[in-house]
């Protein structure tokens, strides 16, 4: 054995053993000046990040300001020195460029910033070259200043310029690297991303990608929140896109919602009877169509063409007179429709706008159809024809509506062979994608009814239950669709001439209930189905 003095760990057991009570609470004490220490530490840790942040805010907020006053001076000097001459906007807009160059020779982040305005107002008077010949030119500067608001703010009106050019990949690659570059350098700064996300959207609007579109619609959304109240404009502008991404996605009720949602910030604003939002209740109008709200389509575009016509002091225009015609087709009122295409057409006497003249002349030749009457119809729609084929591909939606409506107006002539093999070959041609659904189960509904007239009900059967199926989905979130009620009413028909009289009677109760709640009381198809219900 081996003595030794006792160890430090052996004389603290020891002394643990004969003081617990008071090592407990020397302990708990420790603990708690500890965990004040640490809290004290993180919380001067943070308060240092916060002062940082604060001082890049704030010179951040001055380097704004600075642009800003270089271009309220550039332009108040501009005006002044041709204040007694008649200068025209674009003489006015060179002259800026001209002086931005000179006086912002080393200024590189101010000049860009001032390049950058003034791109904007070119391409406010429609001088997209101009556009992006100086929004190239402040992408450059602010480049080499190191100016990552500008970069991006650039970034994204060069891709806007590959938009108006059509360059659509072009622009989606330009319009990535800039988004990236918000990310990384600018996170605080979401405004900064939303342009460029809006303007991606409609790139992926005009290649058809739906689901990217829709996934940029609703990321510049959730990004609206952060912005500043006063940019109330953007937040506008974000709503809607969001509204119509989904609404080619086919989500047409929350599509409708969505627009809901703009009227109601509008109304807050004082903004809803204004000329300015015209084109968003006209886009709300026709989606109200296409999602079998036709009454309340028909409400929406009258109240669009109230607007402009007190807005402009005159007859609304053809667009409005166009849409509003073709919700009061739907909705039953056949005539009424007719009456406000003709107001279109005859505005549009003397026009060189053939395309859309051409879409006017197709959508009266479809209610000369239904109104039986043929030989107007075919003048119209080969007048039509003539001046839209060489703008549309095959497959077009437009192509497709001339070949329904030819089979219409040959329904109406009692040629039922051909309008059934004219609406076939429709559906051949045509698919599920945005702007050809309605068509579809419209299509499918007029070949149901041209089956009973060759006296082939099997065939009216199959496809009326494909007409009410398609719509039904599309009517999905919707306590009714005149859609839905019209092809219900042909369904009945069909199970009606297969013998089927109790689920032909269902069919029309159901459809009953759907054209009362969407449609005109005068409705032809409201008509027929009470007649067939017995007077109900």
């Known amino acids: 054995m081996i003595a030794r003095p006792d160890s430090w760990a052996y004389r603290s057991r020891k002394f643990v053993r004969r003081h617990r009570g008071g090592v407990a609470a020397g302990l708990i004490t420790l603990a708690a000046i500890g965990a004040g220490l640490v809290g004290t530490i993180t919380q001067a840790a943070r308060a240092q990040q916060q002062a940082q942040r604060a001082e890049r805010e704030k010179a951040r907020a001055l380097y704004d300001l600075s642009k800003a006053d270089a271009m309220g001076d550039l332009m108040a000097f501009v005006t002044a020195s041709v204040a007694d001459k008649p200068y025209s906007t674009a003489e006015l807009l060179r002259r800026g460029e001209d002086m931005a160059d000179r006086q912002f020779t080393d200024q590189l982040g101010t000049r860009a910033f001032v390049q950058l305005e003034l791109a904007e107002l070119w391409g406010q008077i429609g001088k997209w070259d101009r556009f992006e010949a100086l929004s190239r030119r402040a992408l450059d500067a602010a480049r080499s200043a190191g100016d990552d608001a500008q970069t991006i703010q650039a970034g994204c009106f060069v891709g806007g310029a590959h938009v108006v050019r059509g360059e659509f990949d072009r622009a989606r690659a330009l319009f990535d690297e800039t988004l990236a570059l918000a990310r990384q350098r600018r996170p605080d700064e979401p405004q900064l991303a939303i342009d460029c996300l809006v303007m991606r959207a409609r790139v992926h609007e005009e290649q058809g990608r739906t689901a990217a579109m829709l996934a940029d619609s609703t990321a510049a959304l959730d990004l609206i929140g952060q912005l500043r109240p006063s940019q109330v404009d953007k937040t506008l502008q974000v709503h809607e896109l969001k509204a119509e991404a989904l609404a080619a996605s086919g989500h047409m009720a929350d599509a409708v919602r969505a627009y809901d949602t703009t009227l109601e910030l509008l109304h807050r604003l004082g903004r809803d009877d204004h000329t300015a939002v015209t084109a968003a209740l006209t886009n709300f109008g026709s989606l109200l169509r296409d999602s079998g709200q036709a009454q309340r389509s028909v409400q929406m575009l009258e109240r669009v063409a109230s607007i402009k016509t007190r807005g402009g002091g005159g007859p609304s225009d053809v667009v409005t007179l166009n849409n509003l015609a073709r919700a009061l087709q739907t909705a039953g009122r056949a ?173 029309w109760q159901q459809a009953q209930a759907q054209l009362n709640a969407t449609t005109a009381p005068e409705s032809p198809a409201l008509i027929e189905v009470r007649h067939l219900l017995g007077g109900q």
């Open 335 to 507: 005539s009424d429709a007719q009456a406000a295409i003709q107001s279109a057409l005859a505005q549009l006497k003397g026009s060189a706008d053939a395309g859309i003249v051409g879409k006017v002349e197709m959508n009266a030749a479809d209610i000369a159809a239904e109104l039986g009457y043929v030989e107007n119809g075919r003048s119209l729609l080969a007048s039509a024809v003539d001046k839209l084929s060489a703008q549309l591909p095959v497959g077009h939606v437009l192509r497709l509506r001339h070949t329904v409506i030819g089979a219409r107006l040959d329904l109406a002539e009692g040629r039922v062979a051909d309008a059934r093999q004219g609406l076939q070959q429709a559906l051949a041609q045509g698919d599920l994608s945005h702007g050809q659904r309605t068509l579809r189960h419209a299509t499918l509904n007029l070949l149901a009814r041209a089956d009973l007239q060759a006296g082939d009900p099997a065939a009216a059967l199959a496809h009326a239950q494909q007409a009410v199926a398609l719509a039904r989905a599309a009517a999905q979130g919707f306590e009714a669709s005149a859609w839905v009620g019209q092809y219900l009413l042909t369904l009945g028909l069909a199970q009606q001439a297969q013998g089927q009289g109790e689920a032909a009677r269902t069919s």
